[in-house]
Antibody, heavy 126, light 106 residues
Framework: QVQLMQSGAEVKKPGASVKLSCKAS?????????????FHWLRQAPGQDFEWMGV????????TYAKALQGRLMVTSETSTSTVYMELYNLKYEDTAIYYC??????????????WGQGTLVTVSS | DIQVTQSPSSLSASVGDRVTISCRTS??????LNWFHQKPGTAPRLLIF???KLQSGVPSRFTGSGSVTDFSLTINSLQPEDVGTYFC?????????FGRGTRVEI
């Protein structure tokens, strides 16, 4: 069973950038490969709804981002280490949230997130 | 964008009760509706995908139903470990959208 392990908590100042990682393991047991799946990033701010941020297909590197974050978000992958990265630029106070990576089946419709990483708290504070 | 309305926002029930949570979407999403359970301080866990399919390892007391715009999650015989927040998620589009959650207490 695939497991996702995220990097640790971050504290950043407004205007700074943050780069989080999400490492996948357990693929040899499933028959699929890291390149086959889609990896999504989502966040959950205190008291707010889940917000979808973006998705990457490691096989070809294709990405799709939420309109509200375009220009500030970059999602990349490194197939040699089965790791996906999320970098958010020009941080604002409202970017304070728990950030999750999640694995999904490789479709843009009727997909589901399973599993999720454990979450990474990003705090934006002066 | 497709809107998702989840109800109720919270509920309290007794061990052994049957509990039902509903989600309604603003457009036809066929069966592209998933249900998650989240306990405080942990990541969400997939319970049901494609409206009615039970994820491997999830107890059979959880059932999902519905299609088009109206969906429900039923917990038959509520257990103490079922406390937490339940979310629905429409995945007919990318991005999808989550419901605002239902907090379940014993």
């Amino acid at each position: 069973q695939v497991q996702l392990m995220q990097s640790g908590a971050e504290v950043k100042k407004p205007g700074a950038s943050v780069k989080l990682s999400c490492k996948a393991s357990g693929y040899t047991l499933t028959g699929y490969t890291f390149r086959d799946d889609y990896f999504h990033w989502l966040r959950q701010a205190p008291g707010q709804d889940f917000e979808w941020m973006g998705v990457i297909s490691p096989g070809g590197g294709a990405t799709t981002y939420a309109k509200a974050l375009q220009g500030r978000l970059m999602v990349t992958s490194e197939t040699s280490t089965s790791t996906v990265y999320m970098e958010l630029y020009n941080l604002k106070y409202e970017d304070t949230a728990i950030y999750y990576c999640a694995l999904a089946n490789p479709y843009y419709t009727n997909y589901w997130f399973d599993p999720w990483g454990q979450g990474t708290l990003v705090t934006v504070s002066s | 964008d497709i809107q998702v309305t989840q109800s109720p926002s919270s509920l309290s029930a007794s061990v052994g009760d049957r509990v039902t949570i509903s989600c309604r979407t603003s457009e036809n999403i066929a069966d592209s509706l998933n249900w998650f359970h989240q306990k405080p301080g942990t990541a969400p866990r997939l319970l049901i995908f494609s409206a009615s399919k039970l994820q491997s390892g999830v107890p059979s007391r959880f059932t999902g139903s519905g299609s088009v715009t109206d969906f429900s999650l039923t917990i038959n015989s509520l257990q103490p470990e079922d406390v937490g927040t339940y979310f629905c998620h429409q995945s007919y589009t990318t991005p999808g959208a989550f419901g605002r959650g239902t907090r379940v207490e014993i």
